[in-house]
């Protein structure tokens, strides 16, 4: 593994001979297609007052372990068939690692605009953002609102190996529009992401797989009102892990080590509207989810809760502000090895947060945030907040600045 | 040479408004599209990524680079500056949802490709030549 400073350098290097490329999106030819090739990546900081946050050493001098990177290769095939695809790389802490994921490969067939069809590797669509929670330059915020859109956990819910069917259709008497998206596969986490690395901290597993079937579907209905889209999306898993457990809990090591979902669904209701220079939203996700664990011999169940309320407001060509409320809450419950109650701190975390965009050209931004949270929300989920960099312990609040950086092309 | 000077801000201010006043910008399309006007809300669909068609039939959105007609598009249609708007359609290209439309330099481009792309529709400046492509009328 190479050295914490060599990546964040390869990272500067890689920002750098981007920008001196142009920083154009580039086109070529295969055979007769035109293929366009497009990039984007971000270079963040964290401070935080107490606690490590999204597994950064962020409570000392701060960390730059806050790093991605997507290339993205498509064609239009026809008017009505396309075909790309995208990599994607992070390092966000003891996450990512520098591991290359292929984020998403589709072909899309969409001969009507009320009838569309994709598959491969496709992002899912849940509530506002979710498939494009990576897009970091088209955000105000420098990290979404974690009580819906967990950076660390970004794996549970980016894309699925399957298909799509979606559409658009206007409604008449001035009703708008509304659209929808349907959709069916496998789901498969990336090691390298927050809950396999919550569970090789406090609890002793070490997972190699971690997935499953996926069914679910978003209905949006942009409304009379201009720039209002309201919509409700809802996702169905069932997913196994398998792994080793090594004793830590009490309950004796299981060399072939398994969990199972029984119940494991989420619920997303949103709203947006986007008036001129100024934009507002609000979602509401309930993740449920009962699983089998310990292979068998005990069981837990989570019930999270987060919702958010923010906008932003362009005040000119170059800056843009922003500000949100996010609240999250978690209740656990569960069986053997499983703690019976939680302090109030460890089921919630509240967070209000500040930003202010500035956009230097039209492939250039930074961004300056600030974050005051009431709360760590350790409780058996992950939160942001991990054991494994927070050996002492955790105080109940944290406060945060976050800087970020970034390019498109 | 204050006077000197104010008069040339005042020259320069004039000039200004004056191109600016002149400065429009039409929406073309190939003579394959169908519809002969298009309403503001579905002109900025197609070229935000919303929609592929007007009036039933597939459209094909092309942009120009830069440039005052690009600018006045933007603001008249869109209500988002160049940085914001690209931005936009690059969330749909990364999230796997659309194909960043072409984008042409100069006026006299975007007539020759619209003129010789069955669905493509584009926007020039109201001064500029445009044999071979007909005009959409926005309500």
Known sequence: ??????????????????ASIGL???????????????????????????????????????????????????????????????????????????????????????????????????KTVLGLYTDSQDMDFANTFALLPQSVYPIDLRDASIAHLGGDIYGKAKLGNNLGSVAYTAYGGRRSDNMHSGYP????????????????PVFGGDFRWNTPVRGLTVGISRLNEM??????????????????????????????YYGRLVKQKFHAESEYR??????????????????????????????NKWLELGSYYSHYRIFPTGGAGVAASYPDAQTHDFDKAVTAKFIVNKYIYFKAEGHFMDGNGTALYPAGFYANVNPNGFANNTNAVVLRSGFSF | MKKLLFAFLLVASVSIFVVQAHAQVIVIANNSVKANEVSKNDLKDVFTGASTSIGGGNVVPILLKAGTAHEEFL????????????????????????????????????????????GAIGYIGKASPHEGVKVLAVK
Do not use: C
């Not at chain 1, 609890?203 to 997935?211: E, M």
């Not at chain 1, 090594?246 to 494991?264: C, M, R, T, V």
């Open chain 1, 1 to 18: 593994m190479r050295p914490a400073s060599s990546k964040l350098l390869t990272a500067g290097i890689f920002a750098v001979l981007s």
């Open chain 1, 24 to 122: 154009r999106a580039q086109d070529f030819k295969i055979a007769k297609y035109d293929v366009q090739v497009h990039g984007f990546g971000t270079q963040g900081y964290v401070k935080t007052n107490d606690n490590n946050w999204l597994t950064m050493n962020t409570s000392g001098d701060g960390s730059g372990a806050f790093t991605d990177a997507g290339l993205n290769l498509g064609s239009q095939i026809t008017s009505n068939f396309r075909v790309g695809g995208q990599v994607y790389d992070r390092k966000l802490g003891k996450l990512g690692d520098w591991h290359p994921l292929l984020d998403w490969a589709t072909g899309d067939y969409h001969p009507k605009p009320w009838l569309g069809f994709r598959a491969g590797k496709v």
């Open chain 1, 197 to 212: 690395y919550l569970l090789s901290g406090i609890a002793g597993i070490t997972l190699n797989s971690y997935g499953g």
């Open chain 1, 239 to 268: 997913i196994t892990g398998k792994g080793s457990y090594n004793g830590f809990l009490g309950i004796p090591a299981q060399p072939n080590y398994w969990e199972k979902s029984k119940h494991d669904w989420t619920n997303q």
């Open chain 1, 286 to 315: 309930r993740y449920l989810r009962y699983q089998t664990i310990f292979s068998g011999l005990s069981w837990v169940e989570t019930d999270v809760r987060g919702w958010y309320v923010g906008g932003g407001y362009t005040v």
């Open chain 2, 75 to 118: 603001q008249a249609y869109i209500g988002k500056n160049d940085a914001a708007y690209r931005a936009g359609w690059r969330s749909l290209v990364f999230s796997g949802q659309g194909t960043m439309p072409k984008s042409l330099e100069g006026d006299a481009a975007v007539v020759e490709f619209v003129a010789h792309n069955a």
